[in-house]
């Protein structure tokens, strides 16, 4: 089992930034993507950006050059600074584990782009 734990979402105005923090316990395998994804209100879940365990990044056409993922020291948790931001941005954050052929989703955290 994998537990994550997400935190810092909240509001913000266009234009501004906010860093999200998935935080990973539990059986981390040696090789794993970690990933980021949204859900905006009546639309499907998306990937915004993903890490693998060896470093290598992937991100959305829609946020390439404002958003950034990376890894803490100890590689057990992954953050999302998200720059410029748009009210499009506007969504339910999930942080995503995927490794030794299972995967676990935290619980989510809300992000709104708004003045």
């Known amino acids: 089992q994998v537990q994550l734990v997400e935190s810092g979402g909240g509001l913000v105005q266009p234009g501004g930034s906010l860093r999200l923090s998935c935080a990973a316990s539990?059986?981390?395998?040696?090789?794993?993507?970690m990933d980021w994804y949204r859900q905006a209100p009546g639309k499907q879940r998306e990937l915004v950006a993903s890490?693998?365990?060896?470093?290598?990044?992937n991100y959305a056409d829609s946020v390439k050059g404002r958003f950034t993922i990376s890894r803490g020291n100890a590689k057990d948790t992954v953050y999302l600074q998200m720059s410029t931001l748009k009210p499009e941005d506007t969504a339910v954050y999930y942080c995503?584990?995927?490794?030794?052929?299972?995967?676990?989703w935290g619980q989510g955290t809300q992000v709104t782009v708004s003045s």
């Open positions: 995503h584990y995927a490794g030794g052929l299972k995967t676990f």
């Open positions: 539990g059986s981390i395998n040696s090789f794993y993507f």
């Open positions: 890490i693998t365990s060896g470093g290598s990044t």
